[in-house]
């Protein structure tokens, strides 16, 4: 007898299924009015952009609420104490990008201070938390001593300062994002979290290799700086929480998904610290390499401390956890394969030049050559 398959799936996947055709569908649809409203009615489309940046962030702030709330109900929370903190930081989060859209429209020349006031408070928020549990949590039933709650602590704020130190020395300083820079970031960590849900392998504990989710995020890096590519990150990694919304501390919570996530976008590091200027493809390698390095240890801290995940019959905790963490590197394997094709492309180089000009220094030498040629042309004409 015939089942249909989409009945045995459970409201959250259900809700899940159809939001990702509908975001799909919505998104085309989006596309082809722009297209069609830029070419017949261009005094209309002026106002489109910011109708469609309004309509698209209430869009997804909606379904982002109702896929949590229906998978919180479907798992339940057994630790509020555990559940609270986190949530109030969303909602914090929330409430800083809500309020750095109303400034951006209202009076964008305070956009930047309403930007680090934001950061500051998030900041402050997720330190508080990091305090918190140092010295009032017991875990998940993992038996830690107090040795193994300091390192817990020790090794996440170092690779939390490694990434902080890699975007402060090799970042380089770049204009605040605009609507346009806004749009690519929106882009791009929508475009990573569709193709999240693409899978090859999934482990049981947590853990997949996609269909190269993470080049968007490494192209964002690479067009914007690494400073704001780990921004991008942080925010993708809050999403894969809410696909998913488990965890057992709130240091896991923390190392999982904003640092492991956050991580990657260090992706364009070699761009802006100006090596290997000749060799695109070499630079997104490198940079992606680079990323996938502090997402697995970030895994692995997770892995060893807070599950103290092990097997037994064959391994500890320690040795567990490197192992079970290594699909990271199959997960970004397939990205950087996927970037190199792309990179290796003079049309795609072109094309990513094209759409971070006036805010990083990207043209290409075939470009620049054109430029030049063009100046010289101007100049002659005048001469004449």
């Not at 209309?44 to 109702?66: D, E, N, Q, W």
């Not at 479907?74 to 930081?89: H, L, N, Q």
């Not at 809500?98 to 305070?110: E, G, M, N, R």
């Amino acid at each position: 007898m015939f089942t249909d398959p989409f009945e045995i799936l459970s409201a959250f996947e259900k809700a899940a299924t159809v939001a990702l055709y509908l975001t799909v569908a919505l998104a085309v649809i989006g596309a082809v009015i722009g297209i069609l409203l830029k070419k017949f009615r261009p005094e209309t489309y002026r106002t489109f952009p910011k109708s469609a940046t309004a309509f698209a962030a209430g869009y997804a702030i909606g379904l982002i609420v109702l896929l949590m709330v229906l998978k919180l109900s479907e798992d339940g929370i057994s630790d509020m104490k555990t559940f609270i903190p986190i949530v109030v930081i969303l909602a914090v989060m929330l409430a800083m990008v809500v309020a750095a859209l109303a400034v951006a429209v209202i009076k964008p020349s305070a956009s930047p201070l309403v930007a680090k006031i934001s950061v500051a408070v998030v900041g402050v928020g997720i330190l508080a938390l990091f305090i918190g549990t140092m010295f009032d949590y017991s875990g998940a039933g993992v038996e830690r001593t107090v040795g193994d709650e300091v390192q817990l602590y020790v090794y996440t704020a170092l690779i939390i300062a490694a990434i902080v130190l890699i975007a402060v020395f090799c970042g380089k300083k770049t204009k605040p994002l605009d609507s346009k820079g806004i749009v690519y970031a929106a882009l791009c960590i929508a475009m990573s979290f569709v193709l999240s849900y693409i899978r090859f392998l999934q482990l049981p504990q947590g853990g997949s290799i996609t269909l190269a989710s993470l080049l968007p995020l490494m192209v964002f890096s690479y067009m914007y700086g690494i400073r704001k590519g780990v921004m991008a990150g942080v925010i993708y990694g809050f999403l894969q929480f809410i696909q998913a919304p488990w965890f057992t501390h709130p240091v896991q919570f923390l190392l999982d998904y904003p640092i492991a996530f956050g991580a990657i976008g260090v992706a364009g590091m070699f761009k802006d610290m100006k090596l290997f200027e000749k060799y695109p493809v070499v630079q997104i390698l490198l940079g992606g390499i680079a990323g996938v390095i502090l997402r697995y240890f970030a895994h692995v801290v997770s892995g060893i401390f807070v599950f103290g995940s092990g097997d037994p019959e064959n391994y500890g905790a320690v040795a567990w956890s490197f192992l079970y963490n290594s699909f990271a590197f199959g997960d970004m394997a397939i990205a950087l394969a996927a970037g190199c094709a792309l990179f290796a492309s003079k049309n795609f180089l072109r094309m990513l030049n094209s759409a971070a000009a006036g805010r990083r220094n990207l043209p290409s030498d075939n470009e620049a050559s054109s430029a030049d040629t063009t100046v010289s042309a101007s100049e002659e004409e005048v001469k004449n």
